[in-house]
Structures are given as C-alpha cells and as structure tokens.
C-alpha cells in the first residue's frame, strides 16, 4: 500500500500538487455542507465515483480548463466537481456528485499551487474513518445505479 | 516529420511525456507515449503499456484565431463521437482517455500490435497482406465477418465513419483471433442517412479491391455478410434498412464507376 493519502503530480503540469482522501463513516457531512463556500476542498459523495481513473481524469480536466480557458467556477475545487459531471451547470454537478445531507462516505480533494500556497497539512476537517484511495475501496461504496444516472446529460435524463 | 511540429506538443506537454511519432496524415500527427497523461504513478494498468496521442498542429497557412477554433471544434467532435460509439453494446473502438481541445490533443488507449515476421502493425491492411498465401482461410474469413458486424453495429445506430479504410480497421489478438476494432473518427458523424452509410461500404469496398485485388471479391462478400446479420438480428424492421442501404451502395458504386470511365 502507497500510504493511506494519494497524493501525485500531473505529468503536464508540475505546478500543482494533488491530494486525494478517502473517509468512511463520517458523520459531519451536515456541517461540512453548510461551510462549502469557506471550505478549501472538493468534498465528493463516494456513491457517485467508481474509479481513480474516473476521478483523476476530472481533475485532469478541472486544471486543463483552468490553465488553457477559463476556470467556469470560483475555485480550482468546485471545477473538479464541476468537471466529474456531464452538465456544465455547477448548481447541477454538486447536486449530484456533492456530499449530500447524511453522506457517510466522503471523498476530498486538495489542490496545492505549489508557487502561492502553503503545503498541505491534511486536515480536511471531516470527522470520520480515513481509509487508503484504491480502486477496491472506491468500489465498495459506489453506487453503480447512482452513477448511471448523474453520468449522463441532463436532457437524457 | 516535422521538428517543428514535435516541438510544438513537446513544449505544451513538458519533458515529463515522451512522444514518439507514428504516423503523419493530412490533418492528424499520431504518437505513442509510456506515460498517461494524468494516472496517478503506479496506478497505470502496466509497465509496458503505451498510449496514443493524436495531435491537430496548427495550420500556418489558416488565419490563427480561425485555425485555432477549428481545430477546438474538430476534436471536440472526434472526442464526442469517439465517447458515445464507446457506449454502444458490442461495438469496437478505442477508449478515450482524454482531451485538450486548446491544443488539439485527443489521448487514446493504444490497440493492436505488431504482426510476425515483419508484416507491420495489425490493421486490416497488414492483416490480409499477411495472409495472402492462405487468403480463404477461416481465421481471415471470420475476421472479415467480424469487421462487417462492426460497420453494421455502427451504421443500425446510425453513426458514419466517414473514411472507412483498411488501415482504419485495426485488428487487436483474442486468444486465437483477431477482434477488429474501428479507429479515426476524424470525418465520423452521427447520420440517419443512407448516403452516408453506403458511402462508408463503398470506400471499404474500394480500399480492399486496391490493395488485394486478386481476393477482394470473396473478402467483400464476407464483409456484407457480417454486415447484413446485425441487421437482421433486428427483425423485419432490420432488414428494411438494410435494403435500403445496400441499394443505396449500389447507387455508390455505380456513381463511383462512372466517374472512374470519364476519368
Ligand atoms: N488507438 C490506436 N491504437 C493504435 N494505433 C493507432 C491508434 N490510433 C491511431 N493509430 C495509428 O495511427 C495512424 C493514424 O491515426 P488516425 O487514422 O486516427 O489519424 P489521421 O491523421 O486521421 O490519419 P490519416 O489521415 O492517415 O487517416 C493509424 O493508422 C494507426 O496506425
Ligand atoms: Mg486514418
């Protein structure tokens, strides 16, 4: 095992740090959600997410967006949300893969500019069980029907 | 190639993605890299995997800001059209990994491999050359069925290729056989019609006739026969398409075969 916390580079682009957490049974997800706004992080519902791919290519395009066009978001943390959902409406996208009134299973990204902010010391202020980033573990608290549904465009749906 | 043209990905890609140039055509500079563009390290799905980057230069002759939204939109389109053929039950082609429409990258996972004794890479092309010695054999003859499925598959959803040749059918190994899978959605759209389609099955035809020409009539059949069955797995409703289709091709070929006699 690499160590509980993912932690890695795009090859493209050194200049950004990427963490990325896994906890289980949280049970603050009512207050993280009503501090969204202040809160540096990309908190993620675990049903909605299958992969490490499926995550990292969102954030991939999340700093590719960022970097080459415009972010379409505040933050570098809600276009990752923005980027995991086939709708480019950002309300939409944390409505369905955002953490959700009683949502145990959360996973938290960091995004560190190594140029103008501090390293990051891991606390993402989520009460829970911190568990290793793997496909195993994502897998184990996706929700394949779920995802079905916030994976395709909303005028499908 | 061009050094220019190397440079000018290299530099967007950094020192971090080694390329390695494999084809050059009309619009498109294909290469090879060990490296995913955005896995995390020791979560590829290998040590000797490569990947495939298509990569739109910039055309000096175009106006830039016109240059640059062309190509924005070309490989939005192929990326698109590339996710949703992804989506269809049965139907073969690369997985997209990613894309930069800003500097007309699309990322694919690679496919095939290189045939024995130095017969190139496994598209179709290589393929049949490789097997010109036992060309009616059921390996080639399974094959050439499977590779008309996959145009039906493709043209009963009605989707069109737009530049069906035999080195746009690469073959990848299943145990004994060879599963086709359909590349280069470049000149790809979603079309009901059926100009379109018979216009995917006459330049195949046209590709094979030109390269194994002492063979084709036999391959050509086994392509149709494919084709037809996916059809017809659809019922009457199946079957009235593909008559449709296959009197259109006809049309085609005629068409085709007039131009050629006026030269
Ligand atoms: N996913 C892939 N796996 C393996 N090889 C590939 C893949 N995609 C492309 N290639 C190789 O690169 C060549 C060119 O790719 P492609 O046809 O997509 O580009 P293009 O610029 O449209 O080419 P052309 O103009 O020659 O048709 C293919 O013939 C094939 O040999
Ligand atoms: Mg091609």
Redesign the interface.
């Given at each position: 095992m690499?160590g509980i916390v993912?932690k890695?580079k795009?090859?493209?682009f050194?200049e950004y740090t990427i963490h990325v957490q896994k906890y289980n049974n949280v049970t603050n997800s009512s207050e993280l959600r009503s501090k969204l706004a202040e809160l540096p992080f990309a908190y993620i519902d675990s049903k909605t997410v299958i992969s490490?791919?499926q995550l990292?290519?969102a954030?991939?395009?999340a700093i590719?967006e960022t970097e080459?066009?415009r972010m379409r978001t505040r933050t570098i943390h809600s276009e990752c949300i923005l980027s995991l959902s086939p709708s480019s409406n950002i309300g939409d996208a944390l409505n369905r893969f955002g953490i959700k009134e009683g949502t145990t299973d959360i996973i938290v990204i960091k995004i560190i500019e190594d140029s103008n902010e501090e390293p990051y010391d891991g606390n993402a202020s989520v009460d829970g069980d911190l568990v290793p980033v793997s496909?195993d573990e994502f897998s184990t608290s996706a929700d394949k029907e779920i995802i079905k549904t916030v994976c395709i465009p909303c005028d499908k749906l | 190639m061009s050094a220019e043209i190397i440079a000018s990905i290299a530099d967007?890609?950094?020192d971090?993605?080694p390329l390695t140039p494999i084809s050059q055509g009309a619009e498109a500079v294909v290469f090879t890299s060990p490296?995913h563009?955005?896995?995390?390290?020791?979560?590829t799905d290998g040590d000797d995997k490569l990947y495939i980057l298509k990569y739109r230069p910039e055309k000096k002759y175009r106006h830039p800001v016109i240059d640059k939204t062309l190509t924005k939109h070309r490989t939005l389109g192929e990326s698109r059209l590339l996710a949703k053929l992804r989506l269809i039950d049965g139907l073969n082609v690369p997985k997209l990994?990613?894309c930069?429409p800003?500097?007309g990258c699309i990322w694919l996972e690679f496919l095939g491999e290189d045939l024995p004794n130095g017969h190139g890479f496994s598209n179709l092309k290589n393929f049949l050359w490789m097997n010109a010695s036992d060309p009616y054999s059921d390996l080639v003859r399974d094959t050439m069925i499977n590779v008309g499925k996959q145009i039906g598959l493709m043209h009963w959803n009605d989707y069109c290729h737009g530049d069906l040749t035999t080195s746009n059918i690469v073959l990848v190994r299943a145990g004994e056989d060879w599963q086709p899978y359909l590349i280069d959605f470049g000149l790809g759209s979603i079309s009901t019609l059926v100009e379109d389609k018979g216009v995917d099955l006459y330049v195949l035809e046209r590709a094979i006739i030109s390269t194994h020409s002492s063979f084709a009539n036999r391959y050509n059949l086994w392509v149709l026969e494919g084709f037809k069955s996916v059809f017809e797995s659809h019922g009457k409703a199946g079957l009235g398409k593909y008559k449709d289709l296959i009197r259109r091709f006809e049309e085609v070929r005629l068409r085709g075969r007039k131009r050629s006699m006026i030269g």
């Open positions: 690499a993912l890695y795009i090859p493209q050194q490490v791919e990292s290519s954030i991939y395009k590719l080459y066009n496909d | 967007v890609l950094t971090n993605i490296v563009p955005y896995l995390p390290k020791n979560r990994i990613g930069d800003y500097h």
